[in-house]
């Protein structure tokens, strides 16, 4: 969608959003959601850039092709370990 992430810092979040790249990764509290809230609120070019990095990182690593390729090399290397 073009636009910066804030996500807690827990599970996968922060191998998905790269820190003051492509999103914020905060401590998941209140006061962690205003800041980051705050700071993009008022940097435009920060979030513009931001969403710009998200969309590109998203393509890029998200594409289903290359997901489905992924899933396809998986089994085939199981087979080969079968075999």
């Known amino acids: 969608m073009g636009r910066p992430v804030i996500g807690?810092?827990?599970g996968m979040i922060p191998e998905i959003?790269?820190?003051g790249k492509t999103g914020l990764v905060i401590d998941d509290s209140p006061e962690g959601i205003a800041a980051?809230?705050?700071r993009l609120a008022s940097a435009?070019?920060?979030r513009e850039s931001m969403g710009r990095a998200g969309?590109?990182?998203a393509?890029?690593?998200f594409d289903i092709r290359r997901q489905a390729e992924a899933v396809i090399r998986a089994y085939e290397e199981a087979l080969r370990r079968r075999a």
Do not use: G, H, K, P
Request: charged share 45%.
């Open 17 to 19: 959003v790269e820190d």
């Open 55 to 57: 969309r590109a990182r």
């Open 36 to 38: 980051a809230i705050e």
């Open 59 to 61: 393509l890029e690593a």
């Open 44 to 46: 435009t070019a920060l």
């Open 8 to 10: 807690a810092r827990r």
